[in-house]
């Protein structure tokens, strides 16, 4: 009913840039909060940053001052600019986003994207 496409990842150089976009699509009546999490390997998923509809943001770690979150409500797509990324920013990159469907129920559901990978060499 619903798909989040992720998109942007790749290789850069430590102190390099990335900017990941999570394209949603389907039958979305609106869109709630949006969150980025990654999952590097071996461990488990985190929260990387999230942001509400209004435009209010929240940072989980170290990330602030680095990364910036954004979405752009009419196209429901949410951004991920990476700057000054460091090797222990590598991770698969997963977004997801709480969605209103058109079915007229109200209800929220939680649907995620399939994850991009980033990889920052030193």
């Known amino acids: 009913q619903v798909q989040l496409v992720e998109s942007g990842g790749g290789l850069v150089q430590a102190g390099g840039s990335l900017r990941l976009s999570c394209a949603a699509s389907?039958?979305?009546?609106?869109?709630?909060?949006m969150g980025w999490y990654r999952q590097a390997p071996g461990k488990q998923r985190e929260l990387v940053a999230d942001?509400?509809?209004?435009?209010?943001?929240n940072y989980a770690g170290s990330e602030k001052g680095r990364f910036t979150i954004s979405r752009d409500n009419a196209k429901n797509t949410m951004y991920l600019q990476m700057n000054s990324l460091k090797p222990e920013d590598t991770a698969v990159y997963y977004c997801?986003?709480?969605?209103?469907?058109?079915?007229?129920?109200?209800?929220?559901?939680?649907?995620w994207g399939q994850g991009t990978q980033v990889t920052v060499s030193s």
């Open positions: 997801n986003a709480d969605v209103v469907l058109t079915t007229g129920s109200g209800r929220t559901y939680r649907y």
């Open positions: 389907g039958n979305i009546f609106s869109i709630n909060a």
């Open positions: 942001t509400t509809s209004g435009g209010s943001t």
